[in-house]
């Protein structure tokens, strides 16, 4: 039972935008931090961009002024807005959920499936 559900990948020239989508059940998504992070093989996954359930918002500096995190809870969905796209960026993105699951702050992070982007000429 997929979880979050991802979309919006693709293929791009440098300088594209794509706009990547999860939309995560309810009881996941409701109160509770998102983000999106990318993975290259051979390498750490990454925070990209996150999103409080307030909405505050954290960006990688790798990322700052060119992509966007957002979120609607009213239909559990985390959005991240990739404007200004470089081939570096090529990387499969995934959703996460940071589910926070006492008053101490102890968390479990879910995770989507994966959806690859490829910012090449």
């Known amino acids: 039972q997929a979880q979050l559900a991802e979309s919006g990948g693709g293929s791009v020239q440098p300088g594209g935008s794509l706009r990547l989508s999860c939309v995560a059940s309810?009881?996941?998504?409701?109160?509770?931090?998102m983000a999106w992070y990318r993975q290259v093989p051979g390498q750490q996954r990454e925070m990209v961009a996150a999103v409080t359930s307030g909405g505050t918002t954290t960006y990688a500096d790798f990322v700052k002024g060119r992509f966007t995190i957002s979120r609607d809870n009213a239909k559990n969905t985390v959005y991240l807005q990739m404007n200004n796209l470089k081939p570096e960026d090529t990387a499969v993105y995934y959703c996460?959920?940071?589910?926070?699951?006492?008053?101490?702050?102890?968390?479990?992070?879910?995770w989507g499936q994966g959806t690859q982007v490829t910012v090449s000429s």
């Open positions: 996460n959920a940071r589910v926070v699951v006492n008053v101490e702050g102890v968390y479990v992070d879910r």
């Open positions: 309810g009881r996941i998504f409701s109160g509770n931090g």
